[in-house]
């Protein structure tokens, strides 16, 4: 995950350029989008046909058809549609080219039609005011950079956490041969975990959050992951699906934590299975105190409901203790 957001936000993306004008402007056209620290232009092709296996195979993310007589249908004014395709399965990539190749057209725009009113009024402040005489101030408050690496690694490392744990816990409760050493398995369990967790913490530097209650926040999420593991690891009784359960249960974690998508605006079963994932409240109390900077009480009130999870550990130490008994 590290690897993958170390730059935070996309640069020097590779986009392909079908050139059918190959006229003055459409060359002005090719060097603003390649000026764009966002786009990187990589290939020209012929046309759209030669362009697709390039796209297909992911070494460029978009390419950009300039049509023919582009030029002269500009001097003329007509207007004339400029097409950008893109991959839009990488949804950041596709919001970053989009917004780079209408930002640079807006900008081409607005000087071709400076150029042409300075031809009509000498003047170059009058042409300018004609060619835009409304515009758009845009204020950024929060978030200016457009970086998503914050908002996506604070939900995706504690539902890959959160994994890890249920493994941990299942490898370790699966060498247990008596309650005592399942207890024993349960305290191993939480300390290497709790660790993983702090040290989770101190990469995404919540520097506005209070540290002492996201410590013990970790504490939480790991016990309440392992008791759902023991729970239904005797429930089951079979490991193999015991497997298939931890999979189940926590690998779409990052779809029901309510980051990426509102959880007040999912369906019951979505809102139903978040609520059955410790990792939501654990994810809920961090983004109240580092980003809200929320009083202690809302955070307090998220990871009130870990505890919660624990019955499902004195349900598996009944079901190992009768178990015994049968014996």
């Not at 759209?48 to 249908?73: C, H």
Request: net charge positive; hydrophobic share 55%; proline share 4%.
């Amino acid at each position: 995950m590290i690897a993958l957001f170390y730059q935070q936000i996309p640069t020097q993306l590779n986009i392909g350029v079908v050139d059918l004008d190959n006229s003055q402007l459409s060359h002005e056209m090719v060097r603003s989008l390649n000026a764009s620290s966002a786009l990187n232009v990589a290939h020209f092709y012929s046309n759209l046909d030669q362009a697709k296996p390039f796209l297909a195979s992911k070494k460029i993310y978009g390419v950009v058809v300039i049509p023919k007589n582009l030029e002269r249908q500009v001097k003329l004014g007509v207007q004339t549609p400029i097409a950008l395709y893109y991959n839009a399965t990488y949804v950041l990539v596709g919001k970053t080219l989009l917004n780079a190749f209408l930002y640079t057209l807006s900008a081409l725009e607005i000087k071709q039609d400076v150029a042409t009113n300075l031809k009509l009024h000498s003047d170059l402040n009058t042409a300018k005011a004609l060619a835009f005489p409304m515009y758009v101030d845009l204020h950024t408050l929060f978030n200016e950079h457009n970086n998503y690496a914050q908002f996506l690694l604070m939900a995706i490392l504690p539902c890959m956490w959160q994994i890890l744990a249920a493994l941990g816990m299942f490898n370790f409760v699966q060498m247990c041969q008596n309650g005592r050493e399942v207890w024993v398995a349960l305290g191993l369990n939480t300390l290497i975990f709790s660790a993983w967790g702090a040290l989770m913490l101190f990469y995404l530097k919540p520097y506005n959050a209070h540290w002492g209650l996201l410590l013990f926040s970790c504490v939480l999420l790991v016990l309440a992951i392992s008791s759902v593991v023991v729970g239904f690891f005797f429930l089951l009784k079979e490991p193999m699906r015991v497997a298939s359960f931890i999979a189940l249960y926590t690998a779409p974690s990052l779809a029901f934590v309510g980051v990426t998508y509102p959880t007040d605006n999912m369906p019951a079963l979505a809102q139903f299975w978040s609520a059955l994932l410790p990792a939501t409240y654990f994810i809920k109390a961090t983004i109240a105190l580092d980003y809200y900077q929320a009083p202690l009480d809302l955070a307090l009130k998220a990871i009130a409901h870990l505890p919660v999870f624990w019955l499902f550990y004195v349900l598996g130490l009944a079901l190992f203790a009768k178990r015994e008994r049968a014996c």
